[in-house]
């Protein structure tokens, strides 16, 4: 099995929300309008892969491995 990881680029995160709403148990914003890793990744891979997908900026890379 692959483990999952996701890294934050702070400096084109939007916070959209888009991601929180792809997997809201892994993604939340903080208060300072960048989102943040909260969950396990690897609690729900596929959602994390289709936010990472998704984001309109690009600010979510997947480390597979």
Same mark, same amino acid.
């Given at each position: 099995?692959?483990?999952?990881?996701?890294?934050?680029?702070?400096?084109?995160?939007?916070?959209?929300?888009?991601?929180?709403?792809?997997?809201?148990? @892994?993604?939340?914003?903080?208060?300072?309008? @960048?989102?943040?890793?909260?969950?396990?990744?690897?609690?729900?891979?596929?959602?994390?892969?289709?936010?990472?997908?998704?984001?309109? @900026?690009?600010?979510?890379?997947?480390?597979?491995?």
């Amino acid at each position: 099995m692959t483990a999952v990881r996701v890294e934050v680029h702070r400096d084109r995160c939007l916070a959209t929300g888009a991601c929180v709403y792809t997997a809201p148990g @892994v993604f939340a914003v903080g208060d300072d309008a @960048v989102v943040a890793v909260i969950g396990d990744p690897e609690a729900d891979p596929e959602a994390v892969r289709n936010a990472v997908a998704e984001c309109p @900026v690009a600010a979510l890379e997947l480390a597979e491995g």
